[in-house]
Every structure is written in structure tokens, then in C-alpha cells.
T-cell receptor, first 112, second 107 residues
């Protein structure tokens, strides 16, 4: 049983560019959440997708958007990248919004 | 608002027992979780308390008291590989994390 998988593992972009990160949830999970983790900090909630809709959103600007597909996989898009967007982006899945979340290994994004 | 507080660093010796406390302010949540994260790695689920009381999973135990807005993670028989960051997090549909506690286990 594969766990949560994310791609790519590492990514380097320049300011102003756009990026798309991908996540496949753990088998049997229908809810995907995205988090941003800066160095030395706890993960910060970006948004959550359930039944292909954004259900909750954290304090992130509209430059951060996402999508969930019918197979429950998800994408995170970030437009107009800023240097401050450099972080580890984590995807977590759960069998519903109320339950334990399991994390992928993350995508390390560096913005130059 | 919602916030969680944890000590920033804890140091212990191999074989010892260590307790990492977590106090929180939140209007409502489904449960309190604990995650372990090694440098550069993903948070790994350790334990979850939906109800007050103690949950035991091998060398790790977690406790929750909703009336005291308090929980803790207890690690027994510490091993060098337990050196990592530990996060408490409340589940409100989303996970709200504390800033994490860095545990250093010394020989």
C-alpha cells in the first residue's frame, strides 16, 4: 500500500514564475491538505480539498490555488513566486476532514 | 485565534524518559495529534488523543486533558534515533501545529 506521494522532490524557480506541485493520497483517503513549512517552523495550513472542492483555507494569498481530481489526487499552484515562498511544501491525506492526516515526503521549493 | 505552545528544546540521555508538554488555546477541536520529524524529512504520525486520558503506543504515550487545555507526549527508553523535532497539532478539520520541540538524545 503506497503512502502519500509527492512530486517533484526538489524544484528551483526564479521570482515571478509559476509552479505546480502534485500529490497522490494514501489509498482509501479522500481528503488532501497542503502545508507550507519554513525552516525551523511548524507546518502552516494552506488549504484542504474534499470531494473536489476547497473546504478550508489558511492565511495564504490568492497566488496559492489548488485542485482535486476525481481520483482524489491534488495539485498546488503558486503564481508570481516570491523569495519568501521558498519552503518545504507538504501534502497530507486523510479518510475525511476530521481524521488523522498522513504526510508525504514533501517538495522542497527554492525561489531565486 | 488558535495557538499551541511547546518548549523549543529538550535534551535527555539515552535510556531515559522525557515528557514534551503542549498547551493550547482553541475554540474547539476533534483531537490532539503528535508528529515526529527528522531533519529534512516529512512529519510522521505518532499518536492521537480524541478523548481525555492516556494513549500508549509502544515506547510512546500521549495524554490529553481538555479541561486543562493541556497534553503531553511521553517517550520512554530513549534511543539516539529519537533525536528529532516533535510537533503537537490540534485537528479542527485542518491541522494547527505548534512550533515544535527539538529533542536531542545524548549517549
Amino acid at each position: 500500500d503506497a503512502g502519500v506521494t509527492q512530486s517533484p522532490t526538489h524544484l528551483i524557480k526564479t521570482r515571478g514564475q509559476q509552479v505546480t506541485l502534485r500529490c497522490s493520497p494514501k489509498s482509501g483517503h479522500d481528503t488532501v491538505s497542503w502545508y507550507q513549512q519554513a525552516l525551523g517552523q511548524g507546518p502552516q495550513f494552506i488549504f484542504q480539498y474534499y470531494e473536489e472542492e476547497e473546504r478550508q483555507r489558511g492565511n495564504f494569498p490568492d497566488r496559492f490555488s489548488g485542485h482535486q481530481f476525481p481520483n482524489y489526487s491534488s495539485e498546488l499552484n503558486v503564481n508570481a513566486l516570491l523569495l519568501g515562498d521558498s519552503a518545504l511544501y507538504l501534502c497530507a491525506s486523510s479518510a475525511g476532514p476530521r481524521y488523522i492526516q498522513y504526510f508525504g515526503a514533501g517538495t522542497r521549493l527554492s525561489v531565486l | 485565534g488558535q495557538s499551541l505552545e511547546q518548549p523549543s528544546e529538550v535534551t535527555a540521555v539515552e535510556g531515559a524518559i522525557v515528557q514534551i508538554n503542549c498547551t493550547y488555546q482553541t475554540s474547539g477541536f476533534y483531537g490532539l495529534s503528535w508528529y515526529q520529524q527528522h531533519d529534512g524529512g516529512a512529519p510522521t504520525f505518532l499518536s492521537y488523543n480524541a478523548l481525555d486520558g492516556l494513549e500508549e503506543t509502544g515506547r510512546f504515550s500521549s495524554f490529553l486533558s481538555r479541561s486543562d487545555s493541556y497534553g503531553y507526549l511521553l517517550l520512554q527508553e530513549l534511543q539516539m534515533k529519537d533525536s528529532a523535532s516533535y510537533f503537537c497539532a490540534v485537528i479542527t478539520g485542518k491541522l494547527i501545529f505548534g512550533q515544535g520541540t527539538t529533542l536531542q538524545v545524548k549517549p
